[in-house]
């Protein structure tokens, strides 16, 4: 497994020591010594997924009765400020673990969380969030597989794009904005011929906006998926998109503006990734 330089020592004395879990998922946690903080970052039986400054992503098994349960790890850790000072490593995997039950709770197709801690860890502000696997592939992937060219509408494309649509609106319905709504985000199951099951992961960003707040965040949110498409999802197929997303069958007042957000939100990622800024 991948280790960071200034992951924090696993044996340092764990302070202030928190934890929360689905009371299904407690016996399993601590079968696999994920019942505290110590224990967390000393957990190696488990594969490196995303190494990036201060956060660890690890893919890993967790033993249940019925059998093994794929699970996601993250760990955050931060130099730890004043006490005084909200503590980074702690925030972002609370985040996660509220958001994803919050939107588990309004019917949204979401990873299910399954713990969450945080403390301090020697000289770091340590947390941790974890979570179990979704069904399918990130739907990007799906779509450069499954539909490699340019569609004429068959109905299992339609499907994919009305699941997909479906998802998006009961979100954005619900106030929510996500600001990392690329295609690579949604993964997508297919359990038979054009019968779709959408979830949306990482959930640390999501924010829920008052509606006089949303334009914004939408224009956002829509324009980091349109520009994660592949090159066989045409203009037709993202304005039969939207208009899926809309629950409309023409355009309304209001939508062009929406409309002209999102192209040019477009051209100024794909701006940036020639630039080399794009995530």
Not at 7 to 14: N, R, S
């Amino acid at each position: 497994m991948a280790r960071q330089d200034d992951f924090p020592d696993a044996a340092a004395t764990a302070q202030e020591d928190r934890y929360e879990c689905d009371p299904g998922w407690q016996e399993a946690l601590k079968l696999a010594g994920l019942d505290s903080l110590a224990g967390v970052f000393r957990f190696s039986r488990s594969s490196a997924m995303r190494d990036v400054p201060e956060r660890l992503t690890v893919r890993l098994k967790l033993e249940r009765e019925s059998g093994p349960v794929t699970a996601y790890l993250k760990r955050h850790w931060h130099p730890r400020r004043l006490p005084f000072l909200p503590q980074k490593a702690h925030g972002e995997a609370r985040r996660e673990w509220a958001n994803t039950r919050e939107l588990a709770a309004a019917g949204l197709g979401v990873p299910r969380p399954l713990g969450c801690g945080w403390g301090r860890l020697g000289t770091f502000a340590a947390g941790w969030y974890l979570c179990a696997a979704v069904p399918g592939e990130p739907a990007d992937d799906f779509l450069k597989r499954e539909f490699p060219h340019q569609q004429r509408r068959s109905g299992r494309y339609l499907g994919f794009l009305q699941a997909l649509a479906s998802q998006a609106s009961q979100f954005h319905c619900g106030g929510y904005s996500h600001q990392d709504f690329y295609l690579c985000h949604h993964f997508v199951a297919e359990s038979s011929p054009g019968s779709y099951q959408f979830s949306l992961i990482d959930l640390q960003r999501v924010h829920r906006w008052p509606r006089w707040l949303q334009h914004r965040w939408i224009v956002k949110d829509l324009a980091q998926l349109a520009y994660s498409c592949p090159p066989s999802v045409s203009r037709s197929d993202m304005m039969a998109f939207f208009l899926l997303w809309k629950g409309s069958k023409t355009l309304e007042a209001g939508d062009r503006r929406l409309l002209r957000g999102i192209i040019r939100k477009v051209a100024i990622l794909r701006r940036r990734e020639a630039e080399g800024k794009v995530r």
